[in-house]
């Protein structure tokens, strides 16, 4: 069964064709689908377009359900939280402030508590009373991805999670990752570190200039000869 499914998605700013027919499935038996593109090649419009800031052309539906037309504050009471690309943390707000922020999307089933959080980032606990804006950017992207865990997805949404971050920490991050599918929670990952999105997801999207490429396992794309020329580096 499909927990996210896209139907011929179209989004236009003005008469520049931003999506061209997308179709893309999470599927409930998928723990993490990546989707992977250069900068400028319709991923951050496509994340808009699920969660609810854009209008489209098309059909999203979340378990059976069309989201067209729904507000973003709606789309999020069903499930789906996004993680944004630049965190978005309250600056002068502690760790645990910022993390807090999360709960208001109670919901009858929580599944993700504080503490749930700090097992997945020790750090954070350690530092749950430091003001955000004297953390590191690999504290902030912690941060912000417990802060959308605590708003209780069921798929969640992260926006280049990767940006900026050295290669220790994002191999940390990778490790919360697979620790986040053990709770049941979806991830859609949009990424251009396309090497290091294959290493953690089962499935991946690759998007150019609007289109969806190709599409495979990743054990099967990572073989792609394609892939591997502008991609991969190998």
Same mark, same amino acid.
């Given at each position: 069964?499909?927990?996210?499914?896209?139907?011929?998605?179209?989004?236009?700013?003005?008469?520049?064709?931003?999506?061209?027919?997308?179709?893309?499935?999470?599927?409930?038996?998928?723990?993490?689908?990546?989707?992977?593109?250069?900068?400028?090649? &319709?991923? /951050?419009? @496509?994340? !808009?377009?699920?969660?609810?800031? *854009?209008?489209?052309?098309?059909?999203? +539906?979340?378990?059976?359900?069309?989201?067209?037309?729904?507000?973003?504050?709606?789309?999020?009471?069903?499930?789906?939280?996004?993680?944004?690309?630049r965190r978005h943390l309250f600056d002068y707000m502690?760790?645990?402030?910022?993390?807090?922020?999360?709960?208001?999307?109670?919901?009858?089933?929580?599944?993700?508590?504080?503490?749930?959080?700090?097992?997945?980032?020790?750090?954070?606990?350690?530092?749950?009373?430091?003001?955000?804006?004297?953390?590191?950017g690999g504290e902030a992207q912690m941060v912000a991805? &417990?802060? /959308?865990? @605590?708003? !209780?997805?069921?798929?969640?949404? *992260?926006?280049?999670?990767?940006?900026? +971050?050295?290669?220790?920490?994002?191999?940390?991050?990778?490790?919360?990752?697979?620790?986040?599918?053990?709770?049941?929670?979806?991830?859609?990952?949009?990424?251009?570190?396309?090497?290091?999105?294959?290493?953690?997801?089962?499935?991946?999207?690759?998007?150019?200039?609007?289109?969806?490429?190709?599409?495979?396992?990743?054990?099967?794309?990572?073989?792609?000869?394609?892939?591997?020329?502008?991609?991969?580096?190998?």
């Amino acid at each position: 069964m499909a927990l996210l499914e896209i139907k011929n998605l179209k989004v236009s700013y003005d008469r520049i064709k931003a999506i061209k027919n997308i179709d893309l499935t999470v599927r409930e038996d998928n723990h993490c689908i990546a989707l992977v593109g250069s900068n400028g090649t &319709g991923k /951050s419009t @496509l994340v !808009n377009a699920i969660t609810g800031m *854009l209008n489209y052309e098309g059909d999203i +539906l979340f378990n059976g359900e069309s989201l067209k037309g729904l507000s973003t504050k709606k789309i999020v009471k069903k499930g789906i939280v996004q993680c944004p690309e630049r965190r978005h943390l309250f600056d002068y707000m502690s760790v645990k402030e910022n993390l807090l922020l999360g709960t208001y999307n109670l919901g009858k089933d929580r599944f993700i508590t504080l503490d749930t959080v700090y097992d997945l980032f020790p750090r954070l606990k350690d530092r749950e009373n430091q003001i955000a804006y004297t953390l590191s950017g690999g504290e902030a992207q912690m941060v912000a991805v &417990g802060r /959308s865990l @605590l708003a !209780n997805p069921k798929l969640l949404i *992260l926006d280049e999670p990767t940006l900026g +971050l050295a290669p220790i920490i994002r191999n940390h991050l990778a490790e919360a990752l697979e620790k986040i599918k053990k709770h049941n929670v979806k991830i859609l990952l949009v990424e251009q570190n396309v090497k290091w999105s294959f290493d953690i997801s089962e499935y991946v999207y690759v998007l150019r200039e609007g289109k969806i490429s190709k599409s495979g396992t990743s054990k099967e794309l990572r073989n792609d000869e394609e892939i591997r020329k502008h991609f991969l580096g190998v």
